[in-house]
């Protein structure tokens, strides 16, 4: 629907997903709209940035394209503003014509089973953001003197915290990683990592390429028991048997004596994580009703991520995400102006590329509610105000291009493109280098 006033968007969440919204919305025909995109963090891209492993460059190189959007003349960046700290919900709706939310899943699954909080388990999520360099990673140095570790969950978060701690850390040097986790994981203990899945091969959530890779890294023996890809039955679906190949061949291996090895453990559900004051061990009861401890000194779930509840914004504690219908969020009193595009509207399924299609159904309920976002009464510039009066400190996307060049200089010495800056102070300071 053709209109000649402005629609002005606000985005909650530089993601992929939020930025792929704002691309849907300024390449809509018809439309004339402005975007804002806020992020809690002082720099864009979400997961791209603090879930992609460091060692996925092709993916990595998504940001370029991501950029584009960022850089398009009607959408606008300000990191380090959070909803809920620096702005509720209601302002950013007095602001502005419609509110996307598109924050994703800061939290996890837990598993329910004593031992659980011992020393030395946590979730995959706090390695996968420690070796990302997220600012608000909550652990600085990740204890890596265990020489065995199990990750649980059969899914790609588990195949890469896996990859990263056994894959030859030397690898890592070309890549975004800082110095910190880089010369912690040369410092690494661990020679041993289990893989373990409460169902079979045939089960995985893997996709296949990143699968292979696992068995294809230097230095490292995979091994799978032949009985556990003997009797899968009929299989449909094309990336389960083309896992089920990969697993059957790595069952045919010949271990090499390779320094370090991953092992998987199918049907075999985590019962106790063992251990007094810190882990010492995973109990799985398997499907022949017996037990087996595995030795191990560090435990991550891996079973999946959860969203988080904002104070002001519906939330499905049940489902973990918003509460949302046909892209829009439901409120009890029906008003118009909210939606949700990404982890946080249809929960933590799906590769970076889904969201593309994602933001765009969400774009459409935009679009086709119009006339009522153009009739709502906005203040623009209110919530910014609302934000600066509480003290608030917005990174622009200059500010982020200032923290870009400081972390592609870093990258020079060590023959990278970029080494990511990992910690708060350092890049607000980076980001007020502006040219
Ligand atoms: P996921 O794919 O949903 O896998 C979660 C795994 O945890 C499943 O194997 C699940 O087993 C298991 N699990 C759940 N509850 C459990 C319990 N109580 N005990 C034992 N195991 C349990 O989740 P994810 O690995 O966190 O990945 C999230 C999304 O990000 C996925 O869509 C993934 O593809 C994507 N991702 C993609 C990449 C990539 O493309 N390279 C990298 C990272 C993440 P059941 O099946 O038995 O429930």
């Not at 007094?276 to 061990?281: E, L, M, S």
Request: glycine content about 8%.
């Amino acid at each position: 629907m053709a209109s000649d006033k402005t629609l002005r968007v606000a985005v909650v969440g530089a993601g992929p997903a939020g930025v792929y919204m704002a691309a849907a919305l300024v390449d809509q025909p018809d439309l004339t709209v402005e975007v804002d995109i806020f992020d809690r963090l002082p720099t864009p891209f979400g997961l791209l940035r603090y879930g992609v492993a460091p060692d996925h460059l092709k993916m990595k190189a998504l940001g370029i394209t991501l950029q584009r959007t960022l850089d398009h003349d009607n959408v606008r960046f300000f990191g380090n503003l959070e909803l809920g700290r620096d702005f509720t919900a209601a302002e950013l709706l007095g602001d502005y014509n419609a509110v996307v939310y598109s924050y994703g899943a800061a939290s996890d699954k837990r598993l329910g089973i004593p031992g659980e909080e011992l020393l030395g388990s946590m979730a995959a999520r706090e390695f996968v953001v420690w070796y990302c360099d997220e600012p608000d990673a909550s652990v600085g140095d990740f204890d890596l003197t265990a020489t065995s570790a199990a990750v649980i969950g059969l899914g790609n978060v588990a195949l890469d915290a896996a990859r990263i701690l056994i894959r030859d850390p030397e690898e890592l040097s070309p890549t975004d990683v800082s110095d910190r986790v880089l010369n912690a994981l040369r410092a690494s203990a661990i020679k041993d990592v289990h893989i373990v899945g409460r169902r079979g091969p045939q089960h995985a959530k893997f996709t296949t390429k990143e699968l292979r890779e696992l068995g294809e890294l230097a230095g490292v023996d995979v091994y799978v028991d032949p009985a556990a890809v003997a009797d899968v039955g009929e299989i449909d679906d094309k990336v389960v048997a083309r896992n089920v190949e990969v697993f059957r061949e790595w069952s045919t291996r010949t271990p090499t004596g390779a320094p370090r090895r991953v092992i998987f453990h199918f049907f075999a559900t985590p019962a106790e994580v063992l251990g007094t004051d810190r882990v010492a061990g995973l109990r799985l009861s398997l499907a022949d009703g017996t037990t087996e401890d595995i030795d191990v000194q560090l435990v991550l779930r891996s079973a999946g991520y959860r969203g988080v509840a904002v104070d002001g914004v519906p939330f499905d504690d049940e489902a973990g995400t918003l509460t949302v219908a046909d892209h829009r969020v439901v409120r009890p009193d029906a008003q118009v102006g909210e939606y949700a595009c990404g982890w946080i509207k249809r929960g933590p399924t799906g590769v970076i590329g889904t969201n593309r299609s994602d933001a765009k159904e969400t774009m459409q309920s935009v679009v086709a509610d119009l006339p009522a976002l153009l009739a709502r009464e906005t203040a623009p510039g209110s919530a910014l105000a609302a934000a600066a009066s509480r003290g608030a400190e917005p990174v622009t996307l200059e500010g982020w291009a200032a923290i870009d060049r400081a972390e592609i200089e870093r990258g020079g010495p060590r023959q990278s493109a970029r080494v990511k800056i990992a910690n708060w102070d350092e890049l607000l300071e980076a980001s007020r280098a502006q040219s």
